[in-house]
């Protein structure tokens, strides 16, 4: 009776069994230091390698991984970027852009999660890191609105609009209106700018203005308007624009 061979395992010409591929003890000692010194102690094609394990298990990973990292620029980039470019790399199926977008969705709900558990105003870096988090790689502009209730609490949060690589339609009465619907008392307005620098725009003053003109005599206050970008963020608020 034959004994059934170990994935990785095979023979030669003369009959004498292979060694396992070489990257397979590589992936094991990526697990050992991610299990001992945490993921700070990997590089970010290092991490890849690791998301993409289980997608691609007989394949030596670093040199698509290092792909990946020049083509996108780092890590968080890599997960956020639309499904349509990661197919364009080679080497990366479905199963692989399936298990990029998984970590993707998994990081923005751990983020959302710790938003909605305390009050906005208290917590405004775990607010910055998910909206940098939701939209700040996308390819086209979005338009999103936290809505929160009198404990500045989020009750809501919705992406009101998607346009194009640079330009979102915004109805500022459309924006009170569903603020009115879901009795939220506040908002904060996030959209981000592709181009990656999150320099507000006179178009993105004005348009701010006129939410805040429809919304505060109906008793809704405007916290905010974030914007964000591959570079970081910009608080029209912080920058004293509102």
């Not at 991610?34 to 997608?55: C, K, T």
């Not at 346009?163 to 879901?182: C, F, I, M, S």
């Not at 507000?200 to 348009?207: G, L, V």
């Amino acid at each position: 009776m034959l004994e059934k061979k170990r994935e990785g395992e095979g023979e030669t010409e003369g009959g004498l069994a292979e060694a396992p591929p070489h990257y397979y003890g590589h992936r094991e000692r990526l697990r050992e230091r991610f299990r001992e010194a945490g993921a700070e102690a990997l590089s970010d094609y290092e991490l890849l390698e690791a998301v993409l394990f289980r997608a691609l298990p007989r394949r030596d990973l670093k040199p698509l991984a290092k792909t990946l990292i020049a083509t996108f620029g780092s890590f968080a980039e890599v997960i956020s970027a639309p499904e349509a470019r990661l197919a364009q790399v080679k080497g990366l199926g479905p199963a692989s852009i399936t298990e990029l977008k998984l970590v993707q969705a998994a990081a923005s709900r751990l983020i959302r999660g710790e938003v909605k558990k305390r009050p906005v105003l208290s917590s405004w870096s775990a607010v910055l890191d998910y909206c940098r988090t939701a939209q700040a790689f996308e390819d086209r502009e979005q338009f999103r609105v936290l809505f929160l209730d009198k404990r500045n609490q989020v009750i809501a949060d919705e992406v009101q609009q998607t346009g194009t690589v640079d330009h979102t339609p915004v109805y500022p009465r459309e924006v009170v209106k569903r603020a009115l619907e879901l009795s939220a008392t506040a908002i904060i307005l996030v959209h981000n700018h592709p181009s990656g620098d999150p320099t507000p725009s006179r178009a993105d003053i004005q348009m701010t203005q006129q939410i805040i003109t429809v919304a505060n005599p109906l008793g809704i206050s405007v916290h905010d308007h974030i914007i964000v970008g591959k570079q970081g963020h910009a608080s029209l608020k912080g920058l004293k624009l509102i």
